[in-house]
């Protein structure tokens, strides 16, 4: 594009997604681009698309939307980032990008684009998707069970993803009952041993306890992500309300000590149930 165009466009507030391509493109630009943009590549911009992605869900938890607003913005530059470094190594393109999800939204969603009924569940409609992913997988060539989970994804979704994976072919406890049991034997095998194990034992031992937790999330239906999220969130509520009451007599949670910040903690909680009975 003519420098002037490309000047124009960028200038334009409402040249919508080709102005952010030519702000992504101009920052890549051999000759002109930002330095630092140059320097990128796949692997150094992975974290800032993860990083992006978390704070998207972030937004929504705090159910802050002019926030949630701005974080979508940053999750598509990640995007058109990606895209922009494909289209100069002549692996893919924007367009590209944009009609392989569009293909696949398409044959993913018979129910709305195609013959079949939609007259179906939830859940049939989410088993109907992984039937398609996976006739998808096999057309790709021969593909065992685990294949194709992303290493990338939070160790937590990963772990549900791969138990989801192998509950389909009947790998799986039949109750809750069975899961937390293994919780309990996981978590007094890691304690009893914990003095007489290797470090890297030790970590081998936890992480089993983590997977073992997270099957039970799967089984209760739950995310464990954002059940997490929201205990760090509790947490940090909390732990700020003992601070506010330390600092309204000149003190901070360094000069006081367990017994006390723990009466704050539970004075905290006692705050936050009855605000909740107030709002009920």
């Known amino acids: 594009m ?23 493109a101009r920052l890549r630009d051999p000759q002109t681009g930002c330095p630092w943009d140059l320097e990128q ?28 607003e701005r974080e979508l913005g940053d999750l598509l530059f990640q995007s058109v980032y990606h895209a922009q470094m494909g289209t100069e190594a002549g692996l893919f393109t924007f367009d590209s990008v944009t009609r392989a999800i569009s293909d696949k939204m398409v044959a ?8 079949e009924s939609r007259d179906k569940t939830a859940e049939q409609q989410t088993a109907d998707w992984e039937r398609i992913k996976a ?5 790709a060539g021969p593909a ?7 290493l990338g994804l939070p160790a937590l979704t990963r772990a549900v993803k791969l138990q989801n994976r192998a509950a389909r072919v009947g790998f799986d406890w039949p ?19 914990r003095n007489r194990l290797t470090e890297a034992e030790i970590t081998e031992e936890f992480g089993d ?11 209760l239906k739950i995310d464990p992500e954002a059940a997490l999220r929201a205990a760090n969130a509790k947490f940090t509520r909390r732990f700020g309300r003992i601070e506010d ?17 723990d009466a704050l903690w539970n004075r905290a909680k006692r705050e936050e149930k009855d605000s909740e009975a107030e709002r009920r």
């Open 135 to 139: 006739a998808e997988r096999g057309a």
């Open 108 to 115: 993913r969603h018979p129910h709305v684009f195609g013959q």
């Open 175 to 193: 109750s809750t009952d069975e899961v937390v049991d293994k919780i309990v034997e996981e978590a007094r095998e890691l304690a009893e041993a």
């Open 209 to 219: 306890l983590l997977f073992v937790i997270a099957n039970l999330a799967r089984h």
């Open 41 to 68: 590549d796949f692997a150094s911009i992975a974290p800032y698309t993860i990083e992006e992605a978390h704070e998207v869900a972030d937004a929504i938890e705090r159910q802050d939307w002019r926030d949630l």
């Open 2 to 24: 003519p420098r002037g165009e490309s000047d124009a466009l960028i200038a334009n507030p409402e040249g919508g997604i080709e102005r952010l391509l030519e702000i992504m």
């Open 144 to 150: 065992r069970v685990l294949d194709g989970v992303a």
């Open 245 to 261: 009451w330390l600092e309204e007599q000149g003190r901070s949670p360094a000069d006081s000590d367990l017994a006390e910040m």
